[in-house]
């Protein structure tokens, strides 16, 4: 083990080495593009992805409820009725959740 230490020694004692060590610590670790920030980034960029995924389809089934809307009278009533809680002046709603 001491004969490989000393070798290994040796070997990063040797200026070029250690000065490619010390570049590749600080681009790896400490600079802007280091590994983690990369990492971190590349993470965030596959959420909002998804979340852009959620949103198209969300905007999908919206266009699909509005041209099922678009000139039926009866169903702008209905969706009226049940997503907004939308009443006529002389009933009362009463409202049951689960």
């Known amino acids: 083990m001491k004969k490989y230490l000393k070798a290994l020694w040796r ?9 490619t060590l010390i570049f590749a610590l600080v681009y790896f670790f400490l600079s802007e593009n280091s590994i983690m920030v990369t990492h971190n980034l590349n993470r965030e960029v596959s959420e909002l992805k998804k979340e852009a995924r959620l949103i198209r389809t969300g905007i999908e089934q919206d266009s699909i409820a509005a041209v099922s809307l678009f000139g039926n009278l009866d169903a702008i009533e209905t969706y009226g009725r049940e997503h907004y809680y939308m009443k006529r002046p002389n009933e009362d709603i009463f409202i049951i959740k689960d």
């Open 11 to 19: 070997i990063v004692k040797n200026k070029y080495v250690a000065a």
